[in-house]
């Protein structure tokens, strides 16, 4: 068991949130892992590392989380968070503030420098899912737990065009 997914189970344990695990095959595609899951791909929620810098903050992290089917709007993303540019953070920079391989990052930050904005469209759905620290076990939480627990800024930060 992956520390992340330990500390992700252990926090929503002691929220007392309204959640499942499931395990399934190893897979960190949204669109795939929707589909073994049986969650329709809106409701995946997909947690992608930014970097991010300008409008006086420096360069810095943002674990931006989007619908598994809809694509990041960097500009967007960096107009939340006071930005002037952004990029994806490498495999290796995301490994190390989250703990985790891509595509198996939860939605849920565990590190300081790391904050979180969640799309707006996430709030669609009355159940989520995501990925839980490991590519092979995935979580379901009613939204409403979710985001009382999770402490995210919510924006609107994917491509109107997906």
Do not use: W
Request: proline share 4%.
């Amino acid at each position: 068991m992956s520390d992340t997914h330990s500390r992700l189970v252990e926090l929503l344990r002691s929220n007392e949130a309204d959640f499942r695990i499931i395990e399934h095959e190893l897979e960190g595609r949204s669109l795939e892992i929707s589909k073994i899951r049986g969650n329709h791909p809106s409701q995946a929620m997909k947690a992608i590392v930014s970097s991010v810098r300008g409008g006086g903050g420096g360069k810095r992290f943002i674990l931006a989380v989007i619908p598994g089917s809809l694509r990041i709007n960097m500009r967007a993303l960096c107009a939340a968070v006071g930005a002037q540019k952004g990029s994806f953070a490498t495999p290796e920079q995301a490994n190390q503030l989250t703990g985790c391989v891509m595509g198996a990052i939860p939605p849920f930050s565990f590190h300081d420098d790391l904050p979180l904005v969640v799309d707006n469209q996430c709030r669609n759905n009355e159940e989520v899912v995501f990925n839980a620290g490991r590519l092979d076990c995935s979580i379901f939480i009613r939204f409403v737990d979710y985001a009382r627990i999770s402490g995210a800024k919510f924006a609107d930060i994917v491509d109107t065009d997906s």
